[in-house]
């Protein structure tokens, strides 16, 4: 939880300080990735901290956009439900049935990479989920040079 929030502070001061990137809105955003999200509580922690740190500052201006990925369908839709049941589908897209290294998988619009990225890929034997592959994708194709992971 306090990690998240770190994270979503140093990227709010970087972005204010860099002039920040623009979203498909033409607005800077701050973008994250969450990969094998359960039930989406690490996406659910980002928005609450996002609209929470970004509310309170003079970054105000910079939306919170998150992508929440689980390859299993089940985990997906509970995630999905859980979401809307916090009402922060305006804020987080949950994206079910695919694996964050599938070749299909866009996160963000116009090839727009996430600024952190956290994940929760834990099981007994470390590449039972793909978890060095996936991180390896997320690293080539998804985050910035400069994201934050909140593993």
Do not use: Y
Not at 7 to 30: F, L, M, T
Not at 96 to 116: L, R, T
């Amino acid at each position: 939880d306090e990690a998240i929030r770190e994270a979503v502070v140093a990227v709010a001061k970087r972005k204010k300080k860099n002039d920040g990137e623009h979203d498909d809105r033409g607005q800077e955003s701050i973008r994250v990735l969450d990969i094998g999200s359960g039930t989406g509580l690490l996406a659910m922690l980002a928005a609450k901290h996002g609209q929470s740190i970004l509310s309170s500052s003079s970054s105000s201006s910079l939306p919170v956009s998150i992508v929440s990925v689980e390859m299993s369908s089940a985990m997906s839709r509970l995630a999905n439900q859980t979401v809307s049941s916090n009402s922060l589908q305006d804020v987080i897209t949950t994206v079910g049935d695919v694996h964050s290294a599938d070749a299909s998988f866009h996160p963000f619009p116009d090839s727009n990479k996430a600024n952190i990225c956290t994940s929760e890929l834990l099981e007994s034997g470390l590449l039972g989920e793909g978890v060095l592959p996936a991180m390896r994708d997320a690293w080539e194709r998804h985050l910035s040079q400069d994201a934050i992971v909140v593993p």
